[in-house]
């Protein structure tokens, strides 16, 4: 009886034992298909990293990387045993980390597969325990997001290159260039702010979808842009740098720099052009005051080349003026004794004529008309030889400059120098009464009378030469009284000067008749005037007249 109770006893735990372990196949089976199906691939190691299981995903995961591995390729074998030795150390280094803190992590982990892709995943890993809850291991569980990195890639790369471009649209839109772009047909896709602007519109938005012909430029400029844009279109060759003048709004002229070239799109055909006007104003008129300065310099070299020459002039007529002077002197005087001689000798002759005439001798005698004519030719014999020495004089005055002295002046009447000058010179017969002089108005001035007699005479001088060169013309000289100057006007209509040669007669050994002129009478009367405190001028007109005025400060004023 006892053995069929004890035997009735261990029966019953059997059974439950049955029981029991069908529950838990139960529920390992279920906990097996429900590791199988949740979402990633799960795997667990012990604490030395041994892989002791993993679930159907993950190993089908690993099939599709192209890891030809089953259920127990994996199993009993270490991250080492499978992957690459960095990527192994990368995991080793995470499960080291959950094991000693015993903490959940996520981490990015790269693997690479056979055909050498890179996979990116992330792997969640926390500390696999036992049921006294000691550590035993990790449980992680690895989602590909490969896909997600290279997605989150493009919307980066995506994002800066919108930042680029609204950095590159704001540039190009508060650019202080000109900057437009149209399509094949020449319309107007857009432009910046400066452009609308100089265009005639109070924002880029009005611009786009008009053409050439609808903006202010006018119809010829606008056929002149719409061939430039349908060449560059044609045959894809830009237009570089090309300067155009402009002229803005408040009427001053701009001068901007334009270039034109094709624009792509991505396949690399032309859709258009795009096209930029840089204002190179400032430019221009930099290079204007350099090419005035590379002009005043080179003026400059001229004229310092020009002074060196006449320096040598001026050294070298120094040197020969007192020897030439004596030179001329010596005959001049011998003429000058000798019209001295001839002079008492008349007195003679006319003596014996009245004598041989008294007496009725059998001489030839002679006639009275004949004696004046002597005289007159003694006369102006005598009076040519002062003029030549008081030229030699005024030469030598210019070249050795010499300056006047004021205890040489005194009041003097400009009416009685002019009338000196024209009595001292030696008009031509055909001249005398073509020269008219005005003595109304006369004034008195500090100064040298017989200075301003030598620049009458010079003036006189030149304007008969002029006269008979041009075979018409008078000469007429006139007083004048201003406010603050007293005037000598010394006008005569031969031939004129050019324009041209005006601003240069005052200069030393200027002259357009090298084979008559010396070129230094004006510009001693220059320096006459300028030791009298006054001022010589001349103006003209070709074939008309010149008219010199000498300006002499008032005598209260001096």
Avoid at 322 to 350: Q, V, Y
Wanted: charged fraction near 25%.
């Amino acid at each position: 009886m006892a053995k069929d109770l004890n035997k009735k006893n261990m029966d019953d735990e059997i059974n439950n034992l049955k029981k029991t372990i069908m529950q838990k196949d139960a529920e390992i089976s279920q906990l097996k298909i429900l590791i199988d199906t949740i979402p990633g691939d799960i795997y667990w190691k012990d604490k030395n990293g041994v892989y002791i299981g993993m679930s159907a995903r993950g190993r089908e995961s690993l099939h599709k990387m192209g890891f030809k591995w089953h259920l127990e390729d994996i199993v009993g074998k270490t991250d080492y045993d499978l992957f690459d030795k960095n990527i192994a150390e990368e995991y080793r280094k995470h499960d080291s980390e959950v094991l000693q803190k015993g903490i959940e992590i996520a981490k990015e982990e790269p693997v690479m597969s056979p055909s050498g892709a890179k996979i990116i995943q992330l792997s969640t890993k926390q500390p696999l325990r036992n049921r006294q809850g000691k550590v035993v291991g990790i449980i992680g569980n690895t989602i590909d997001i490969t896909y997600l990195k290279q997605l989150e890639k493009e919307i980066r790369y995506e994002k800066e290159a919108s930042e680029k471009a609204n950095e590159i649209i704001q540039i190009i839109t508060k650019s202080l260039n000109y900057i437009f772009w149209k399509d094949i047909h020449g319309i107007y896709q857009g432009c910046n702010d400066n452009f609308a602007h100089v265009a005639g519109f109070e924002s880029p938005k009005q611009v786009i979808g008009k053409n050439d012909l609808q903006m202010k430029w006018g119809k010829f400029t606008a056929e002149i842009y719409q061939a430039e844009d349908k060449e560059i279109i044609e045959t894809g060759k830009p237009i570089l740098n090309k300067e155009v003048p402009m002229i803005v709004e408040e009427g001053s002229e701009q001068y901007l720099s334009v270039s034109k070239v094709p624009l792509y799109n991505d396949n690399g055909s032309i859709v258009g052009v795009l096209g930029i006007h840089i204002d190179i104003t400032r430019q221009k008129e930099t290079e204007k005051k350099l090419i005035l300065a590379k002009e005043k310099a080179e003026k400059a070299r001229e004229a310092e080349e020009k002074l060196v020459k006449v320096q040598y002039q001026l050294e070298g007529a120094k040197l020969i003026s007192s020897s030439i002077a004596h030179e001329i002197r010596t005959p001049l005087a011998t003429i000058k004794s000798g019209m001295h001689g001839l002079e008492n000798s008349i007195g003679k002759l006319i003596a014996v004529n009245q004598f041989a005439c008294k007496e009725n001798l059998p001489i030839e005698t002679v006639t009275h008309k004949e004696i004046l004519d002597m005289k007159k030719a003694v006369y102006l014999v005598n009076k040519k030889v002062d003029q030549s020495n008081m030229i030699i004089n005024m030469l030598l005055t210019k070249l050795q400059s010499i300056n006047f002295e004021f205890q040489e002046f005194s009041i003097c009447s400009a009416s009685q120098c002019i009338q000196n000058g024209i009595s001292d010179f030696i008009i031509p017969d055909n001249m005398i009464d073509k020269v008219k002089f005005n003595k109304d108005h006369d004034f008195q001035f500090f100064g040298n009378s017989t200075l301003i007699t030598h620049v009458i005479m010079n003036l006189l001088k030149n304007a008969i030469f002029y006269i008979l060169k041009a075979n018409k013309g008078e000469i007429t000289v006139w007083l004048a009284q201003k406010a603050k100057t007293n005037e000598i006007h010394f006008k005569d209509t031969g031939t004129g000067i050019a324009p041209q040669v005006l601003p240069q007669i005052f200069d030393s050994f200027f002259t357009t008749e090298s084979s008559t002129g010396t070129g230094v009478g004006l510009a001693f009367s220059k320096m006459v005037m300028h030791s009298h405190q006054g001022e010589i001028s001349c103006t003209s007109q070709l074939g008309e007249y010149t008219e010199f005025i000498l300006s002499f400060p008032k005598l209260d004023n001096h």
